[in-house]
């Protein structure tokens, strides 16, 4: 029974209609009988209840058939199941309220207290029984199955004589909620009276009527009533309805249908109401303001009439444009901006009229609302309580917003005037393009000048005139190849612009400027690229620009690019500028071109460029239109201005929604008007711009093009700049290199006169007359230049020549008396006849000179032309002079020689007098004085020294006349002059000699003195005995020079004295010498003087201690010996009172503490210190010292003995900080972790006393250090005794962890709260386990869900494995679980065998599981082959179905390549059906069909026992439980007959508790096939590499690992263990053996030393069999 509130509609459905007229009579005929229900008599026929349920019944089924049909037009506004249509048709009958039948009484509910108790029955058919039988109304329930159902069901014959009436007795009822089941209106369940008020919908049950009563509102409540027995029988009928299909999907298919149709009816009334409440134009006030608003806006943007076509005064315009005008870039811009500011104004006009016209209708609507008075005036802050007024809350809203509404509606103006003024732009754009191009003026007044003052007229080259030529030729070729025509491009600007009326006159828009760019030196010389290519010859700026904002379609622009126009510049080559390379006659003026025109010059890259260029112009373009952009957008929106304030200014007069806040708060914070919005995502107004600058752009492309023309000029002002700056440094020019210079510069000078300088193209006016301006003075500055230069040529040269020629006049004009003057005259007779021939040439240069300068009428003073006539005769003068010298010169040479003669003769005189002058006796005397000696060698030497010059330089002249030999043959000059010097160089021997003896005496005379005078310390010996050995020499040397003289012989006497006592000095100024070796030596001479280190020399000579000298150096030698082993011992004891202790500062978690970060430094030195020790212990000078050396070596030794202690202990305590940090080791512990504070405590003291502290030695060896790091060792030993019982407790609950060191132990115990911490070493423990996959609840431990392998396959445990114990404990429970799960999916995968294809079986199986499984499948195949009387055909049908197999396997290999581990089981099965099928192929060829023959038992089989659920391995005799070690998806060795062979023999063994040993060469596969047999069985097998100094300690855990854990181990390398660990590996292995052979249920395994196991109160280590006997051991030899 369901309650459908009706709601007003604007449109009902006929159908609707029809139903309720079909529904009348029933209801009136209900009307009729109803109070015979309530008050029902003894006579009351059963016949009438019969068909009036009868006919219910049928009546209801045909309504729900016709509502089938006009159910989607039927609207409901809330529903929350079906129902059958005779209670819908009966619920809205009884809903209207024009009937004057209907039974819904409204009426209001008091506020009362309900009943809260819960009746025990809840079942309302049972309660209806109650009821009625109460009253003595029986009643027969219908039954709700199809086969029970009957028309004829009606209510019994009531038996008793006096039927009782209503008592008035009910019940409350609720439906019964069920979340899986769908609303039913008649299940009911029967609540207490509090649980029936406090919901919407409750059922009243009575004995005669059910009543559905609805809380509409508060205390409004609709009441539906239908007799008990109705509602039954409609029960029964819902229940009978319900188990048709159709039905059931009818209902199902109502709910959607009727909450679609009422989700779209909210839409569009929400929709409705919304537009209702928020269009402004449905307002009367609001639209008018609107409408006028929208005039003057259309008024602003029309810029004519409509009727007669005139100006529009009340237009606004952005734009100020004339057609007869031409502008510079930067005026025109000026312009417009001024034009901008002026609209702006206009726009602010029509602003202030929207806001009067706004304010006034403001408080025309605030009137019509009734509250004008509240925006008339300025409200205090009492009367401001209105706007806490709903009714005026929305007024201001709806200000808010219509404020908002003309704020756009003025943004669409800015926009509409933005456009109309870029349009206006582009068709003043477009017009003036379309102009044709203007004839080309030239400079008349400048070519009159030029006519004028021409210069003179003369023979000139035709270099001028080929490159005039050439250029123009050149020219012309640009415009007929590359460039079009005037005539073309205004044909193609005429096609583009199709039906446009030329008639109208348009004046270029723009003026341009040809400029001339020649970048100062220091530019140029910098970066001379950057300058040529910012020039417009080559803009790749601008075509970039130009192909970014639009498409050029128009080829002749493309043409006219740059990159065609002017080749890119490429990297120049080495020119070098000489005049030969500019005013080269022999290349053609286009030849220069190409090879000069577009080369970067590296001294000035003179180029041509436009101003403004095509990047000027389009940046300055868009920038006046952002410019007018910005200048427009300045305006306040007027949700922000003053005058409106009082209407919109919400937030200072009340609290709006969020949502007219936030509205305000976008506006104050966003720019108004969004220029981005309005004018940078318009794409109309983009394309208007775009179409501007492309205009510019192409016309700037033929303004490029025709700029081509003016290149050539900038070749002549790249000539000129590169001559004025190389011609000054060119050296000096002939005559016809300027007469070239000057032809070729006053050619250009011509050419440039009569350039073009102004031509219109497109919407330019190009203006050269600048250029032509800057291109003149550099043609004008050579030219100047040229004959400047030419006259400084000139003045120099005839300077220069007339010096030379007056100077040689002169000479040849003297005459020669002296030798000297002789030699003179000829040397220059010779040189100026050499030289005429050079100086005529350079005469006849000036001539040549002259003349250009005649020929061209350049300006030279008079002075120089006068210097040229006195030249002229001087020059004949020379001539004449030097063929008189050369007809005088016999009789000069005849002159020169008598002279020659004399000079000789007097030279040789001297020479014999200087000699005599030396050998006086003088000399030699030892009575001379010193400086009378000296000042007389040296005035002889000075003499000595005259002679020799004058000796050469007559030598030199018989070379000076070679020439001459017949005037020179009667003497030899070269003969006697070399006489004359070996007679000189004897004179400087005997100089030097007799120097060097005066030397000798006075410098021992100065230093015997010295030495005499200074004591035995203070001495210099090895001065004194380098000066005495350098005397000795020089005595030596002067007895074999000098003559025998009584000056040197006491000299000699003197030295020699002084060298025999110089021994006995030495010794004794040995600074070793003690005051007890000065004893000594006194008592050895046995005088009494007082010998000591200060005793002066000369006394010590005065004492002849010369016999004994042998006694002096033997103790001056001991005390030699004697102070170097006291230097090293205290060198030793200097280091180590100095020497600290490096320390560091060592961060842990909890402290920091200093530990001595390296020893090797100090060890080292250690060591040398003792060995130098050893070495002054074993020497015989130790006596004074003996007693200090053996302290020393004790003090050593000791610091040696306490360094290894303090460093071992370090080391322990480094190792075993970090384990005691973690508390759960510091728990498990405590002992342990007291006696570790304790070592921590006694090493901080330690280390407080050596920190900062230079004598570490001293401190180490000071008493208790050593014995306190003894004791903390002998703690730290005990606390890693400890620790390796804690581990082996660990070790002992899960055996695997025996395969991980003690140091990733402890990293998994340290850290046990932590699942994760197990995560990095699983892949140690287990085959193939990588990781764990542990879920972290929010409420309770962590769990272990699923083993995740290496190549990322995960399985799912069947249960969570909570991590809330020890770790130990719950990877137990993983191992457990890992075994459980694989038997499981192998169970499950020989299940799928048959019910899924192979493929799919393939993949929907872990890999471990397919490939166990495909093996047991093969087995059992060629076991139903071998039993069955048609063994070859089934055996033949096995390989075909292998063969099946292996295709289908290699087309998932195909198809499936992107998941690596799908990959790998299937490489791995492919490899196992390989052998499988060779196997079968070996069987069918041999004829072998027994399950019994060696060809087939010798294989490895796989076989399944279904009730043990279990799969055995066999092979041969052996046969194993599979292991269910969880192995992933690893790949397999192909399988040869060796690998059968060497497995056979491995399983023999095993079978008969053996091990195996494989040997062979390196890298054969040993190790992998013993590991790939463990894989075959399910077996974990860990390699254990061998290694030499193997400790049999290793090897013992490794065993109690393999032995309690039941792994397989394969040694590699075994043969690398030394004998002794092998002894004791062989008797474990051995013990294993036997306990394996008794199967024994545990045994006993000693220790390697003979001891046994120290397991707590048991000796020995006791093991499961089960453990034992799976394991297998395995030896690899290499």
């Known amino acids: 029974m369901e309650t459908f509130i009706p709601i007003d509609l604007t449109t009902e459905n006929q159908e609707m209609d029809k139903e309720e007229t079909n529904t009348k009579p029933r209801l009136l005929k209900y009307e009729e009988k109803k109070h015979e229900y309530i008050k029902p008599l003894e006579t009351q026929p059963t016949e009438i209840a019969e068909k009036e349920l009868e006919y219910k019944t049928v009546k209801a089924f045909t309504e729900s058939l016709k509502s089938e049909k006009t159910e989607e037009n039927i609207t409901q506004q809330h529903m929350v199941s079906p129902e059958p249509a005779s209670l819908r048709e009966k619920g809205k009958s009884w809903r209207k309220k024009d009937q004057t039948h209907a039974c819904p009484k409204v009426r209001k509910a008091r506020p009362v207290s309900y009943d809260r108790t819960e009746p025990k029955d809840d079942d309302v058919i049972r309660n209806i029984i109650r009821l009625r039988e109460k009253l003595g109304w029986q009643t027969v329930l219908p039954q709700h199955s199809l086969k029970y159902g009957s028309s004829k069901i009606a209510v019994q014959k009531i038996t008793l004589k006096k039927p009782l009436e209503d008592d008035g007795e009910f019940v409350y009822c609720l439906p019964r909620k069920s979340p899986k089941a769908l609303y039913n209106p008649y299940d009911l369940q029967v609540v207490s009276a509090h649980t029936a008020k406090h919901c919407k919908e409750f059922w009243v049950i009575t004995a005669s009527f059910i009543s559905k009563v609805t809380n509409i509102v508060d205390s409004i409540e609709e009441v539906e009533l239908i007799p008990t027995l109705e509602w039954l029988s409609e029960r029964r009928h819902y229940y009978l309805l319900r188990q048709f299909k159709i039905f059931s999907d009818f209902r199902m298919n109502k709910a959607f249908v009727t909450w679609k149709l009422n989700v779209k009816r909210i839409k569009t009334e929400k929709s409705r109401s919304f537009l209702y409440h928020h269009l402004f134009l449905a307002d009367d006030l609001f639209q008018a303001c609107l409408l006028?608003?929208?005039?003057?806006?259309?008024?602003?943007?029309?810029?004519?009439?409509?009727?007669?076509?005139?100006?529009?005064?009340?237009?606004?315009?952005?734009?100020?444009?004339?057609?007869?005008?031409?502008?510079?870039?930067?005026?025109?811009?000026?312009?417009?901006?001024?034009?901008?500011?002026?609209?702006?104004?206009?726009?602010?006009?029509?602003?202030?009229?929207?806001?009067?016209?706004?304010?006034?209708?403001?408080?025309?609507?605030?009137?019509?609302?009734?509250?004008?008075?509240?925006?008339?005036?300025?409200?205090?802050?009492?009367?401001?309580?209105?706007?806490?007024?709903?009714?005026?809350?929305?007024?201001?809203?709806?200000?808010f917003k219509f404020v908002m509404l003309i704020d756009y509606i003025f943004q669409e103006l800015i926009r509409q005037l933005m456009n109309t003024a870029v349009t206006l732009l582009l068709e003043l754009f477009n017009g003036s393009a379309g102009m044709?191009?203007?004839?080309?003026?030239?400079?008349?007044?400048?070519?009159?000048?030029?006519?004028?003052?021409?210069?003179?007229?003369?023979?000139?080259?035709?270099?001028?005139?080929?490159?005039?030529?050439?250029?123009?030729?050149?020219?012309?070729?640009?415009?007929?190849?590359?460039?079009?025509?005037?005539?073309?491009?205004?044909?193609?600007?005429?096609?583009?612009?199709?039906?446009?009326?030329?008639?109208?006159?348009?004046?270029?828009?723009?003026?341009?400027?040809?400029?001339?760019?020649?970048?100062?030196?220091?530019?140029?010389?910098?970066?001379?690229?950057?300058?040529?290519?910012?020039?417009?010859?080559?803009?790749?700026?601008?075509?970039?620009?130009?192909?970014?904002?639009?498409?050029?379609?128009?080829?002749?622009?493309?043409?006219?690019?740059?990159?065609?126009?002017?080749?890119?510049?490429?990297?120049?080559?080495?020119?070098?500028?000489?005049?030969?390379?500019?005013?080269?006659?022999?290349?053609?003026?286009?030849?220069?071109?190409?090879?000069?025109?577009?080369?970067?010059?590296?001294?000035?890259?003179?180029?041509?460029?436009?101003?403004?260029?095509?990047?000027?112009?389009?940046?300055?373009?868009?920038?006046?239109?952002?410019?007018?952009?910005?200048?427009?957008?300045?305006?306040?929106?007027?949700?922000?201005?003053?005058?409106?304030?009082?209407?919109?200014?919400?937030?200072?007069?009340?609290?709006?929604?969020?949502?007219?806040?936030?509205?305000?708060?976008?506006?104050?914070?966003?720019?108004?008007?969004?220029?981005?919005?309005?004018?940078?995502?318009?794409?109309?107004?983009?394309?208007?711009?775009?179409?501007?600058?492309?205009?510019?752009?192409?016309?700037?492309?033929?303004?490029?093009?025709?700029?081509?023309?003016?290149?050539?000029?900038?070749?002549?002002?790249?000539?000129?700049?590169?001559?004025?700056?190389?011609?000054?440094?060119?050296?000096?020019?002939?005559?016809?290199?300027?007469?070239?210079?000057?032809?070729?510069f006053r050619n250009y000078f011509r050419h440039i006169v009569n350039m073009a300088i102004e031509k219109r193209i497109g919407i330019f006016k190009v203006v050269s007359l600048d250029y032509q301006s800057e291109c003149l003075p550099y043609i004008d500055n050579v030219i100047h230049m040229?004959?400047?230069?030419?006259?400084?040529?000139?003045?120099?040269?005839?300077?220069?020549?007339?010096?030379?020629?007056?100077?040689?006049?002169?000479?040849?004009?003297?005459?020669?008396?002296?030798?000297?003057?002789?030699?003179?005259?000829?040397?220059?007779?010779?040189?100026?006849?050499?030289?005429?021939?050079?100086?005529?040439?350079?005469?006849?240069?000036?001539?040549?000179?002259?003349?250009?300068?005649?020929?061209?009428?350049?300006?030279?003073?008079?002075?120089?032309?006068?210097?040229?006539?006195?030249?002229?005769?001087?020059?004949?003068?020379?001539?004449?002079?030097?063929?008189?010298?050369?007809?005088?010169?016999?009789?000069?040479?005849?002159?020169?020689?008598?002279?020659?003669?004399?000079?000789?003769?007097?030279?040789?005189?001297?020479?014999?007098?200087?000699?005599?002058?030396?050998?006086?006796?003088?000399?030699?005397?030892?009575?001379?004085?010193?400086?009378?000696?000296?000042?007389?060698?040296?005035t002889l030497s000075g003499e000595a020294a005259s002679l020799t010059n004058k000796a050469k330089a007559y030598s030199s002249y018989q070379d000076c006349f070679s020439d001459c030999q017949s005037h020179m043959h009667s003497i030899n000059v070269e003969e006697i002059t070399q006489i004359v010097l070996s007679e000189i160089s004897d004179i400087e021997c005997d100089l030097t000699l007799r120097k060097q003896l005066w030397e000798a005496q006075e410098e021992w005379r100065q230093a015997s003195s010295e030495w005499r005078n200074c004591s035995l310390q203070s001495i210099d010996v090895e001065s004194v005995q380098k000066n005495v050995s350098k005397l000795m020499h020089i005595i030596s040397v002067l007895e074999k020079g000098l003559p025998k003289s009584d000056m040197l012989t006491h000299l000699k006497q003197v030295v020699t004295e002084f060298k025999q006592e110089l021994p006995i000095i030495i010794a004794l100024g040995n600074p070793c010498l003690k005051p007890r070796h000065w004893e000594a030596l006194q008592e050895t001479i046995g005088k009494s003087v007082t010998l000591d280190k200060n005793c002066k020399v000369e006394n010590l000579l005065a004492?002849?201690?010369?016999?004994?000298?042998?006694?002096?150096?033997?103790?001056?030698?001991?005390?030699?010996?004697?102070?170097?082993?006291?230097?090293?011992?205290?060198?030793?004891?200097?280091?180590?009172?100095?020497?600290?202790?490096?320390?560091?500062?060592?961060?842990?978690?909890?402290?920091?503490?200093?530990?001595?970060?390296?020893?090797?430094?100090?060890?080292?030195?250690?060591?040398?210190?003792?060995v130098i020790l050893a070495t002054i212990k074993g020497s015989p000078h130790i006596g004074?010292?003996?007693?200090?050396?053996?302290?020393?070596?004790?003090?050593?030794?000791?610091?040696?003995?306490?360094?290894?202690?303090?460093?071992?202990?370090?080391?322990?305590?480094?190792?075993?900080?970090?384990?005691?940090?973690?508390?759960?080791?510091?728990?498990?512990?405590?002992?342990?972790?007291?006696?570790?504070?304790?070592?921590?405590?006694?090493?901080?003291?330690?280390?407080?006393?050596?920190?900062?502290?230079?004598?570490?030695?001293?401190?180490?060896?000071?008493?208790?250090?050593?014995?306190?790091?003894?004791?903390?060792?002998?703690?730290?030993?005990?606390?890693?005794?400890?620790?390796?019982?804690?581990?082996?407790?660990?070790?002992?609950?899960?055996?695997?962890?025996?395969?991980?060191?003690?140091?990733?132990?402890?990293?998994?115990?340290?850290?046990?709260?932590?699942?994760?911490?197990?995560?990095?070493?699983?892949?140690?423990?287990?085959?193939?386990?990588?990781?764990?996959?542990?879920?972290?609840?929010?409420?309770?431990?962590?769990?272990v869900k699923m083993l995740i392998s290496a190549e990322g396959e995960g399985l799912v445990l069947p249960k969570k494995i909570r991590v809330r114990s020890a770790v130990e404990q719950w990877l137990v429970n993983v191992e457990k679980s890992m075994f459980d799960v694989l038997k499981k999916f192998l169970s499950q995968g020989i299940e799928d065998w048959n019910c899924r294809t192979f493929s799919q079986w393939v993949l929907s199986h872990p890999g471990q599981v397919v490939l166990t499984v495909s093996q047991i499948m093969f087995y059992n195949d060629c076991i139903k082959s071998f039993v069955s009387s048609y063994s070859r055909e089934k055996l033949e049908e096995v390989h075909a179905g292998l063969i099946c197999h292996l295709e289908e396997v290699a087309e998932l290999v195909v198809l499936d390549t992107s998941n690596s581990r799908t990959k790998a089981v299937l490489g791995a099965l492919l490899t196992l059906y390989v052998h499988c099928r060779d196997i079968v192929i070996n069987l069918l060829l041999k004829n072998i069909f027994n399950a019994e023959d060696f060809e087939w038992t010798r294989h490895l089989q796989y076989k399944w026992n279904e009730k043990q659920k279990l799969c055995y391995v066999s092979q041969g005799n052996a046969s194993f439980t599979y292991g269910y070690e969880y192995l992933g998806c690893t790949s397999r060795l192909v399988i040869t007959p060796l690998t059968d062979r060497c497995w056979l023999t491995l399983m023999e063994a095993l079978h008969l508790n053996l091990g195996g040993c494989p040997a062979g060469p390196a890298g054969t596969g040993k190790t992998e096939t013993v590991k790939d047999l463990a894989k075959s069985l399910g077996k974990h097998c860990v390699v254990f590499n061998c290694f030499e100094n193997l400790d049999y300690k290793i090897v013992r855990k490794f065993f109690f690992g393999l032995v309690q854990s039941g792994a397989w181990s394969c040694f590699d390398e075994f043969n690398l263990i030394d004998l002794e660990v092998l002894s004791v590996i062989a008797s474990q292995i051995l013990t294993i053996k036997a306990a394996k052979d008794n199967y024994s249920a545990s045994f006993n395994i000693l220790w390697g030393d003979g001891a046994r196991w120290p397991n707590r109160n048991s000796s020995s280590l006791q093991l499961p069999v089960r453990a034992t006997q799976k394991t297998g051991d395995f030896c690899i030899f290499n």
């Open 436 to 744: 044709p191009f203007s004839v080309e003026k030239k400079n008349e007044n400048l070519i009159r000048t030029f006519k004028d003052n021409s210069f003179p007229t003369g023979k000139t080259t035709n270099d001028g005139e080929e490159l005039v030529d050439n250029s123009k030729t050149h020219a012309i070729s640009v415009q007929k190849s590359e460039v079009k025509t005037d005539s073309d491009i205004s044909e193609i600007l005429n096609s583009v612009e199709v039906g446009k009326d030329l008639r109208k006159t348009y004046a270029p828009i723009f003026e341009v400027n040809l400029c001339l760019r020649i970048p100062a030196e220091s530019d140029s010389s910098e970066n001379p690229k950057e300058n040529f290519h910012e020039s417009d010859l080559c803009p790749e700026e601008c075509v970039m620009f130009e192909d970014e904002m639009s498409e050029n379609k128009d080829k002749c622009v493309k043409k006219h690019s740059s990159e065609e126009l002017l080749p890119k510049a490429k990297k120049p080559k080495e020119i070098s500028y000489n005049l030969e390379d500019i005013l080269s006659d022999t290349e053609s003026e286009t030849e220069f071109e190409n090879k000069y025109m577009y080369y970067e010059f590296p001294e000035f890259p003179t180029n041509l460029f436009i101003d403004p260029n095509r990047l000027e112009f389009s940046v300055k373009i868009q920038n006046m239109l952002t410019n007018m952009e910005k200048c427009i957008t300045t305006i306040t929106p007027l949700c922000q201005d003053p005058h409106l304030s009082i209407f919109i200014d919400l937030v200072s007069t009340m609290d709006l929604p969020n949502k007219i806040g936030s509205i305000i708060h976008y506006t104050e914070q966003t720019r108004w008007p969004d220029c981005h919005i309005l004018f940078e995502m318009d794409p109309a107004y983009q394309n208007i711009i775009v179409n501007l600058l492309t205009i510019v752009g192409n016309s700037m492309g033929l303004v490029n093009a025709y700029s081509c023309k003016f290149i050539k000029y900038c070749t002549m002002v790249e000539k000129a700049k590169i001559m004025s700056m190389k011609i000054s440094s060119m050296g000096e020019l002939t005559s016809k290199e300027f007469e070239a210079i000057l032809n070729r």
């Open 1184 to 1343: 004074p010292i003996k007693d200090l050396v053996n302290e020393w070596d004790q003090n050593l030794t000791l610091f040696s003995y306490t360094l290894e202690e303090w460093m071992n202990c370090q080391r322990n305590w480094l190792y075993l900080e970090p384990i005691f940090h973690s508390s759960e080791i510091r728990r498990q512990l405590p002992a342990e972790t007291e006696l570790f504070s304790q070592v921590i405590s006694m090493w901080k003291k330690i280390m407080s006393k050596i920190q900062n502290k230079q004598n570490a030695l001293q401190i180490t060896t000071s008493a208790g250090v050593l014995e306190i790091l003894q004791n903390c060792n002998i703690h730290l030993e005990h606390i890693k005794k400890s620790l390796e019982d804690y581990l082996e407790v660990k070790r002992l609950i899960f055996p695997r962890f025996y395969f991980l060191s003690n140091a990733e132990l402890l990293d998994i115990l340290a850290d046990s709260r932590n699942p994760e911490s197990v995560q990095p070493h699983l892949v140690k423990c287990f085959g193939n386990v990588k990781q764990l996959l542990i879920w972290k609840q929010d409420i309770g431990p962590p769990a």
């Open 786 to 938: 040229s004959h400047t230069l030419m006259r400084s040529v000139i003045e120099k040269k005839n300077k220069n020549l007339l010096e030379v020629v007056e100077s040689s006049l002169q000479q040849l004009e003297c005459d020669p008396t002296e030798i000297e003057e002789f030699v003179e005259h000829f040397i220059f007779l010779n040189t100026i006849s050499s030289k005429i021939s050079k100086l005529e040439k350079e005469y006849l240069t000036i001539s040549q000179l002259y003349s250009v300068v005649t020929h061209h009428q350049i300006h030279i003073s008079e002075e120089q032309i006068a210097i040229f006539q006195v030249l002229h005769i001087k020059f004949s003068q020379l001539k004449s002079s030097m063929k008189l010298s050369i007809v005088n010169k016999d009789t000069a040479l005849t002159k020169f020689r008598d002279n020659l003669e004399a000079c000789i003769s007097g030279l040789r005189v001297d020479v014999s007098n200087l000699k005599a002058k030396i050998r006086a006796p003088l000399l030699l005397c030892a009575a001379t004085q010193v400086s009378t000696a000296m000042e007389m060698i040296q």
């Open 292 to 399: 006028y608003i929208r005039g003057l806006c259309e008024d602003a943007i029309n810029l004519k009439n409509d009727n007669d076509h005139e100006n529009n005064l009340s237009a606004i315009c952005l734009v100020k444009l004339d057609s007869s005008r031409t502008y510079s870039l930067d005026e025109f811009c000026e312009e417009q901006l001024q034009q901008a500011t002026q609209a702006l104004k206009q726009l602010e006009d029509i602003r202030d009229k929207a806001i009067s016209e706004m304010k006034s209708t403001f408080l025309k609507v605030a009137e019509k609302n009734e509250i004008k008075r509240y925006f008339e005036s300025k409200l205090s802050e009492d009367d401001t309580t209105h706007f806490k007024l709903p009714k005026c809350r929305r007024l201001l809203e709806t200000f």
């Open 1103 to 1170: 004492l002849k201690m010369f016999q004994y000298e042998n006694e002096i150096n033997d103790m001056s030698t001991s005390a030699t010996n004697e102070a170097a082993l006291e230097k090293m011992l205290f060198k030793i004891i200097d280091f180590w009172n100095i020497t600290p202790l490096h320390l560091v500062l060592h961060h842990t978690e909890i402290y920091s503490i200093f530990i001595i970060p390296s020893i090797d430094d100090i060890s080292a030195q250690l060591e040398e210190s003792q």
